[in-house]
């Protein structure tokens, strides 16, 4: 069992920025790949990022490509998801998961764990 606490959502404004973080603890000896996904009130649950569990294989969506950066610290079993220039479209509750392997991966069905989620709104 993997358990994720992430952490670093609120309320912003257009323009601003925010990092959220993930911690995980369990299963932490082994090697698996991050992901950060979000999903808007009334929308399904979309992909943002994911990153390997060497770092060397990193995926953004669309809509965050250029905008947002996933990082992770594998000593401190963390993930980041930094997000700059954020819009009011970028509101949405945002979830880290664990992947199966250690691969970077953008489909949510390769993910075994989930956290419960951090609020990110952003004001225009």
């Known amino acids: 069992q993997v358990q994720l606490v992430e952490s670093g959502g609120g309320l912003v404004q257009a323009g601003d920025s925010l990092r959220l973080s993930c911690a995980a603890s369990g299963r932490t000896s082994s090697r698996y790949g991050m992901g950060w996904f979000r999903q808007a009130p009334g929308k399904e649950r979309e992909f943002a990022a994911a990153?390997?569990?060497?770092?060397?294989?990193?995926y953004y969506g669309d809509s965050v490509k250029g905008r947002f950066t996933i990082s992770r610290d594998n000593a401190k079993s963390t993930v980041f998801l930094q997000m700059n220039s954020l819009e009011p479209e970028d509101t949405a509750v945002y979830y880290c998961?664990?992947?199966?392997?250690?691969?970077?991966?953008?489909?949510?069905?390769?993910?075994?764990?989930w956290g419960q989620g951090t609020q990110v709104t952003v004001s225009s």
């Open positions: 998961a664990v992947a199966r392997g250690p691969i970077a991966t953008m489909s949510s069905g390769e993910y075994d764990y």
């Open positions: 990153i390997s569990w060497s770092g060397g294989f990193i």
